[in-house]
Nanobody, 123 residues
């Protein structure tokens, strides 16, 4: 089993910054793909950023240039640095790990999920 625990969410004004963290434990290794997803009120869950086992990153167009995903393989901790936040970034943010073959990086088909951390951006 794998456990993912997110932290770092909160309420900020537009233009502000937040850093999310996700600590992984259990039967998981640092070379697995890990990702951040988000789900706003009344919206479908969408992929935000992915970091693959070899370090390659992929971002949703809506966050490119503002968000940075990174991972500490030794600590098996995933991060999401969010800057220039906008009200439309308001959502529950989820950490995900272990992408099965055939699932695209930003599609929500990952094997393990955290409980989420809320990000609220006010205008």
């Amino acid at each position: 089993q794998v456990q993912l625990v997110e932290s770092g969410g909160g309420s900020v004004q537009a233009g502000g910054s937040l850093r999310l963290s996700c600590v992984a434990s259990g039967r998981i290794y640092g070379n697995y793909d890990m990702a951040w997803f988000r789900q706003g009120p009344g919206k479908k869950r969408e992929g935000v950023a992915v970091i693959e086992g070899d370090g390659r990153t992929t971002y949703a167009d809506s966050v490119k240039g503002r968000f940075t995903i990174s991972k500490d393989n030794a600590k098996i901790t995933l991060y999401l640095q969010m800057t220039s936040l906008k009200p439309e970034d308001t959502a529950m943010y989820y950490c995900a790990a272990v992408r099965p073959l055939g699932v695209s990086p930003l599609q929500p088909g990952y094997g393990y999920w955290g409980q989420g951390t809320q990000v609220t951006v006010s205008s």
